[in-house]
């Protein structure tokens, strides 16, 4: 299975600030999932990257806030911008390599005070 | 769209002990794929066991064994002989059966905190 290379695994930021989360996986793929998970909650899908194309949002998420960059099919950006504290949570990326095998990433932990 | 229930927010077992963790879901498709996932306090998903909905046998991976009832909507995870390292949130998942890459929907999630 694929091996994800996440970074950064943790930060602590300032209120209105950005800030980039990287996703490298081993192997081409063509898409790639970015959840967030707020504290305590489940994992829910911001948006789903696609190389060449726009990536589409979930409900509730919005290009503004959480864009997302993928030049290739091998890596993924998400910026979380102008945080505010209720963006503290774990963000994660997820690759599926075939039907039912997904691969995630170890996950950023994002405090912001 | 399709929604998955974990009615159990915790749960606690002795060691050695079996455990069954619930997780219901709604879908009105008949092809599809169910899992579950641990995350232990490191944060990473660890894929635990999967189940294919077009197969009638339940899935099963040493410890871990599943009781998959497709017209129920059910899909039970039991832990047999836990161990300390079993102690983790454990999500159940579901995901569309189409061709392509599919997202997972994940259910609230289950503490299981393990016993000495």
């Known amino acids: 299975s694929a091996v994800i290379s996440q970074k950064p695994s943790r930060d602590i930021c300032q209120r209105g600030t950005s800030l980039t989360i990287q996703c490298q996986v081993d192997?081409?793929?063509?898409?790639m999932f970015w959840y967030r998970q707020q504290p305590g909650q489940s994992l829910t899908l911001i948006a789903t990257a696609n190389q060449g194309s726009e990536a589409t949002y979930e409900s509730g998420f919005v290009i503004d806030k959480f864009p997302i960059s993928r030049p290739n099919l091998t890596f993924s950006t998400l910026t979380v911008s102008n945080m505010s504290p209720e963006d503290s949570s774990i963000y994660l990326c997820?690759?599926?390599?075939?039907?039912?095998?997904?691969?995630f990433g170890s996950g950023t932990r994002l405090t912001v005070v | 769209a399709q929604t998955v229930t974990q009615s159990q927010p915790e749960m606690s077992v002795q060691e050695a002990e079996t455990v069954t963790l619930s997780c219901t879901y709604d879908t009105s498709e008949s092809d599809y794929y169910l899992f579950w996932y641990k995350q232990p306090p490191s944060r990473q998903m660890i894929l635990v066991i999967r189940?294919?909905?077009?197969?009638?046998q339940n899935a099963t991976e040493n410890r871990f064994s599943v009781n998959f009832q497709k017209a129920a909507k059910s899909f039970s995870l039991k832990i047999s002989d836990s161990q300390l390292g079993d102690a983790a949130m454990y999500f159940c998942?579901?995901?569309?059966?189409?061709?392509?890459?599919?997202?997972?929907?994940f259910g609230q999630g289950t503490r299981l905190t393990i016993n000495p």
């Open positions: 997820s690759v599926e390599m075939r039907a039912g095998g997904y691969t």
């Open positions: 998942a579901y995901r569309s059966g189409y061709q392509g890459a599919q997202k997972l929907v």
């Open positions: 189940q294919e909905a077009y197969k009638q």
């Open positions: 192997s081409q793929v063509t898409m």
